[in-house]
């Protein structure tokens, strides 16, 4: 391309300079012709002559003209041919730098989507293994939990068999030790019976005035109106708490709540439905008192029937102690004897009359107290297990009314 344009360059230049010295020489001929005219024609043949070669010269001249005319022509075609090639040839680059630009594009394109399938391919081979894992880790871990479940009743089972021999052991010593009570008891109660009937052949003598029998009876009647309205609300509380037992998945306890709420109120039912209290037969308000305790931080007097009655007090405490204790320890449930609805209520076995309810409910937690204890450690230190029911040995419910005898 620039060896065209170098040559055509070239080509406008000659025709340029044979245009350049054909005016001269044309200018040169005009003057000698003037020159000829002023002077003398020797004669018109000469003159003729000269014309002729005047206009053969103008002739030459004029072809000379058309020639350079030509060339000068043939040079600018020849020119615009070279730059209509050289604009075809720049329109073919361009079209052929066009394509290649578009194949270049494409090929971009093309990559770009390689690329964008072999992301969309890593991610979709990252979020299967990313599954993978984890129904892997979702395997693993209802394994593990699998293995503890199974770990966790083992373990349950390897207690409820050490709590079975515990038991065992337990009803083994207990017998023992209900052998030697049961001889030692048989003394102690042939001696108690000894002693009590003394002293009730001494208090067939003493009786206890008859204003303040009256006294004693009203005080009770009072107290017995105020008890059993008191009664619907502790129900209401006891299924209260039943709820929450089922909240806190508390089986045994809630079965044991269940059976000591019926029980009670079976039993309030039938102490309703008793005749008439006959108070002025009642040996609690005629008997003279015959021991001193102390509780609350004061002393009161007691004769042998309301002792009587403090003594199964205690023993009904233990026993529903003992049994709410074994039931927070198969519930695997935290030491809280406090936390039972049956120590707050405390009322089971009293039925209104002789004992206040205060000093019912106070002896009563004592023994509940003590048969807890034994319940939840399922041991028998402060009670025993005899003809189907628990009940709290001499020793200690001796130890906790401290009784002081007044004669």
Known sequence: MKRIGVISTAVLFVLLGTAALAYPQQEQQDEKQNKSEKQAKPDKQQQQANQDKQQQQRAQQQQQANQDKQQQEHAQQQQQANQDKQQQDRAQQQQQANQDKQQQHAQQQQQANQDKQQQQHAQQQQQVNQDKQQQQHAQQQQQANQDKQQQQRAQQQQQANQDKQQQQRAQQQQQANQDKQQQQRAQQQQQVNQDKQQ???????ERVAQPRQQQLIEQQKQHLTQYRQQQDQERSRGQQQNAQLQQQN???????????????????????????????????????????????????????????????????????????????RQDRWHSDYRDSYAYRDANYGYSGYDLTQDDYNYYFREGFQRGYEDGFSSRYQYGQYAEGRYSILDSFSIQILGFQSLR
């Open 250 to 328: 508390r089986a045994s306890q809630y079965r044991f709540q269940e059976d000591y709420l019926e029980r009670e109120r079976q039993q309030q039912i039938t102490f309703r439905n008793e005749r008439e209290h006959d108070y002025d037969r009642d040996p609690y308000y005629s008997m003279a008192p015959s021991y001193r305790y102390y509780r609350g931080g004061s002393y009161y007097e007691i004769n042998e029937y309301g002792a009587d009655l403090l003594r199964q007090a205690i023993n009904n405490g233990y026993q529903e102690g003992f049994r709410t204790g074994e039931a927070d």
């Open 199 to 205: 002293q009730q052949h001494a208090q067939q003598q």
